[in-house]
């Protein structure tokens, strides 16, 4: 049966601090209560770099109702010189072992090509308020079989071990001229851990590329009674992001549908694209978060899904 969905528009933006001028990206939820839920993303300063905040939200018939937005960065940049001096990029939030812990994505500028992003974890004490790092070190970072890039991880707990997909750069292609940058090839892929530190990984892409495609980016993993169902963003050489779905047996071996999810609106904050897709299911509906234009500059929004 096919799904359908009605827009509800813009559920949050930037604060205007100045750790907080712009963008709410990637926004995923933490259960509070069976009507409130607290919505984790990452914020851009005024030097456009990423850092963790969030938004609490109740639950209401109309839609979806901002209560309490984080005073401060929850999820702040790493020294000088780390994996996440320019950007720490909430991913995913587990609870594994008693620990509380989200997976982000830590970014820094590069000279050869604009930027690299791996991996970090972090812990929180109080209840997903604030996180701290449990390493200035990536988690996953460069390996045999991850030569470039490593980020956007969504965590699950399964059978005592916890589940990543993440994405995996496989590629950098130089640009047509000295002057144009080189572009970005990655996909999705898949790693295992005990401890949630130590991850196993290999170098099976769980969904390889369609024609002209360079970017498939934010995995977003569900257990279903038959197994697995991903919410994804991909887009093609020129073109912007689209969100779209898959579904799995195994959760290794996926078969994607090729309409997108939701097309961009007639005009407004999400009428050039639509990116970075969470589910949120509630006693009183399943909505839809995502990001517009930007990859989300002008806030996260949300859709009601039937």
Known sequence: MAEHYERLGLVYGATGASWHRSHCQNPFVQQLSPSRYRVHFAARDEKNRSQGAWADVEVTGSGLVVKEAAPAPSLTLGRLGAFDDCGAMPGSIVTHRGRLLMYY?????????????????????????????????????????????????WVIAEGGRLRMWYISGTEWVPGATENEPPTHYYSIKHAVSDDGIAWEVNDKLCLPYLENEHAIARPVVMKTGSGYRMIYSARRLGETYRIYSATSADGLSWQRDTAPMIEVAPS?????????????ETPQGNFLLYNGNAYGKDGFGAARWT
Not at 128 to 143: D, W
């Open 105 to 153: 994505t830590g970014w820094t500028l590069a000279r050869a090509v604009p930027f690299t992003f791996f991996i970090g974890a972090a812990e929180s004490q109080d209840g997903g308020k604030t996180f701290q790092k449990v390493s200035e070190a990536p988690v996953l970072g460069r390996n045999h079989y991850d030569p470039f890039l490593t980020g956007a991880p």
């Open 268 to 280: 407004g904050w999400d009428s050039e694209m639509v990116c970075y897709g969470s589910r949120l």
